[in-house]
């Protein structure tokens, strides 16, 4: 059985830098890409980025100079740091287990519980 | 504006075959396998179909998905309420080099 569990600050104020983080209980944490997406209320799915559990990894070219995502493989953890906060990062982030294989392929196949992040002053 | 071109809306009776369309480009649907995701109501998630036109699974056979040049569609027969939900089509973008999402379509069961 494969749990995702994050925690992190869920009220931010504008400028302000958010953290979360994610522990992974699985048998298995190499051989997979270890993913973050948000969904802004009531509207679609972004993906931000990934890492692998050696530190390899991509994030969407709109926030790369705002995000850092990091492995601890040591205790199955992964983070998310995305800094100057702005109303626009105000969504629920999920931080969720990438299969990868042929053709670049991405299967999200487990997620974590999902968590509100709100940017407000 | 998302990468993938989605209808916000489709709309079926029970029992009906209803599709959700997905266009895209070269550098992501052109090149690269479709994923399909079924958001319930205030759940995450769950993936539908897999590299194109594969099933996981537990997912029923009422579900199928197609790709044809930049454009990837899901189909799904014998509509039920239950199926009321977001679909969301994905594909790796070689440009971007990142997963690229649909902005997503509403199914509803009238």
């Known amino acids: 059985q494969v749990q995702l569990k994050q925690w992190g600050a869920g009220l931010l104020r504008p400028s302000e830098t958010l953290s979360l983080t994610c522990a992974v209980y699985?048998?298995?944490?190499?051989?997979?890409?270890w993913t973050w997406i948000r969904q802004p209320p009531g509207k679609g799915l972004e993906w931000i980025g990934e890492?692998?559990?050696?530190?390899?990894?991509n994030s969407i070219p709109s926030l790369k100079s705002r995000v850092t995502i990091s492995v601890d493989k040591s205790r199955k953890q992964f983070s998310l740091t995305l800094t100057s906060l702005t109303a626009a990062d105000t969504a629920v982030y999920y931080c969720v287990r990438a299969r990868y294989g042929d053709r670049n392929s991405r299967a999200f196949d487990y997620w974590g519980q999902g968590g509100l992040v709100t940017v407000s002053s | 504006q998302s990468v993938l071109t989605q209808p916000p809306s489709v709309s079926g009776t029970p029992g009906q075959r209803v599709t959700i369309s997905c266009s895209g480009s070269s550098s992501n649907i052109g090149s690269n396998f479709v994923y399909w995701y079924q958001q319930l109501p205030g759940t995450a998630p769950k993936v539908l179909i897999y590299s194109n036109n594969q099933r996981p699974s537990g997912v029923p056979d009422r579900f199928s998905g197609s790709k044809s040049g930049t454009s990837a569609s899901l189909a799904i027969s014998g509509l039920r309420s239950e199926d009321e939900a977001d679909y969301y089509c994905?594909?790796?973008?070689?440009?971007?080099?990142?997963?690229?999402f649909g902005g997503g379509t509403k199914l509803t069961a009238l």
């Open positions: 994905a594909v790796w973008d070689d440009s971007l080099t990142g997963v690229v």
């Open positions: 699985a048998e298995s944490f190499k051989g997979f890409y």
């Open positions: 890492i692998n559990h050696s530190g390899s990894g």
